[in-house]
């Protein structure tokens, strides 16, 4: 069993910025796949970014890509987000999850372990 602890959600204004972490813990982390989601009332959670641990090969969401950056800390099991540019869109609850897959998967079914979720508040 992953286990996985996020921080770092809270308030900010349009144009600002902030960072996610999650720590994984549970198991050996040879290979796998790292990832964030994001979800608001009514919709779906949605892919966000993703990041492989054995090589660092990265996706995203069109929504968030040139404005986020997903890294990883192999040696402190940590994946992080770097949110720059923030819209009132991204305001949401994001999410950390893990997938046993080896390719940056965008699959909420290939994910099979689940953060409590952080909230991120993007508003003047």
């Known amino acids: 069993q992953v286990q996985l602890v996020e921080s770092g959600g809270g308030l900010v204004q349009p144009g600002g910025s902030l960072r996610l972490s999650c720590v994984a813990s549970?198991?050996?982390?040879?290979?796998?796949?790292m990832g964030w989601f994001r979800q608001t009332p009514g919709k779906e959670r949605e892919f966000v970014a993703a990041i492989t641990w054995s090589t660092g090969r990265t996706s995203y969401a069109d929504s968030v890509k040139g404005r986020f950056t997903i890294s990883r800390d192999n040696a402190k099991n940590m994946v992080n987000l770097q949110m720059n540019g923030l819209k009132p869109e991204d305001t949401a609850v994001y999410y950390c999850?893990?997938?046993?897959?080896?390719?940056?998967?965008?699959?909420?079914?290939?994910?099979?372990?689940w953060g409590q979720g952080t909230q991120v508040f993007v508003s003047s």
């Open positions: 999850a893990y997938s046993p897959l080896i390719i940056p998967t965008r699959l909420r079914s290939n994910f099979d372990s």
């Open positions: 549970g198991r050996t982390f040879s290979s796998m796949v």
